[in-house]
């Protein structure tokens, strides 16, 4: 069964050719960090075409492209769109057309409207970018890595990592099969949006029996897997993350200075 997440393009051949992929997915978790700080801190024009100018370069690094960012924010549409007409509409100041109601589309609103659109777009396409560009075990081994001082507070670790891991490679999986299986049932005719109730009704029996038992097979190998890895254990394997390289190195250093950047700015 395909995941409904396009590959992970960290691969061994693309890694030689593309900075990114090159680098230690602990940098790049942290690049993203201050990235997605640095963007959601910013209050000016000049700031936010700064925070967008490094999810640019970003994809460039990883040779995903525009094309990439702007399908990360297809999901998010109408959420985007919400963020827009809050701020349009209730933001009180100058009109911006003569005529019009001291609260409806003013100066003020729409700059702020602009801002708040652009900081949350920049936030989705550069986390996007991340979760495009890591493995699901790769990404939530480094999220693990990052929360590993918070264990001596009593925060489980290695539960966080194991649900992350879940999260970002096994429902995404399960969502696509549920689609799948929709569309089986009504090849035989057997349709959720049947005009008759009752046919409705049996298709949502099968339908949801159908993914049950696939789930439960599906969970089964799924223990294995994780069993294999290591979670099973009482002690948890050390994993082994890639040789870190002078990439990584000049990715982390230049993170730290693009968020230093940003706090003098301030």
Do not use: Y
């Not at 075409?49 to 297809?74: D, E, K, Q, W, Y």
């Not at 003020?108 to 602009?114: K, R």
């Not at 090849?187 to 049947?194: D, P």
Request: hydrophobic share 50%; with cysteine.
């Amino acid at each position: 069964m395909k995941s409904a997440l396009p590959p992970p393009l960290s691969t061994s051949v693309k890694n030689a050719s593309r900075p990114w992929l090159s680098c230690d997915p602990r940098a790049r978790l942290l690049a993203t960090l201050v990235a997605s700080a640095v963007i959601l801190a910013a209050s000016s024009w000049g700031q936010i075409g700064s925070g967008l100018m490094v999810v640019v370069l970003l994809h460039l690094s990883s040779g995903t492209g525009p094309g990439a960012a702007l399908n990360s924010l297809r999901p998010f549409r109408f959420l985007l769109l919400f963020t827009l007409v809050l701020q349009v509409g209730f933001a009180e100041g100058t009109p911006l057309l003569p005529g019009t109601l001291p609260r409806a589309m003013t100066i003020e609103g729409s700059t702020a409207a602009a801002l708040a659109l652009l900081r949350l777009a920049g936030v989705i396409a550069v986390s996007a970018h991340l979760v495009r560009t890591t493995s699901p075990l790769e990404l939530a081994r480094s999220l693990g890595w990052a929360l590993t001082p918070t264990a001596r507070l009593g925060v489980p670790v290695r539960e966080v990592t194991l649900v992350t891991a879940l999260g970002f490679h096994f429902f995404p999986v399960l969502l696509d099969e549920s689609r799948q299986v929709r569309a089986a049932l009504e090849s035989r005719g057997i349709s959720l949006r049947h005009p008759r109730l009752r046919l409705r009704a049996r298709a949502l029996l099968f339908w949801t029996l159908a993914v049950l038992f696939g789930m439960v097979d599906r969970s089964t190998r799924l223990a294995s897997a994780l069993e294999a890895r290591g979670f099973a254990l009482p002690r948890k394997q050390a994993h082994r993350f890639p040789s870190w390289r002078v990439g990584s190195t000049v990715l982390v250093a230049a993170s730290l200075m693009l968020a230093m950047a940003a706090i003098c700015a301030r």
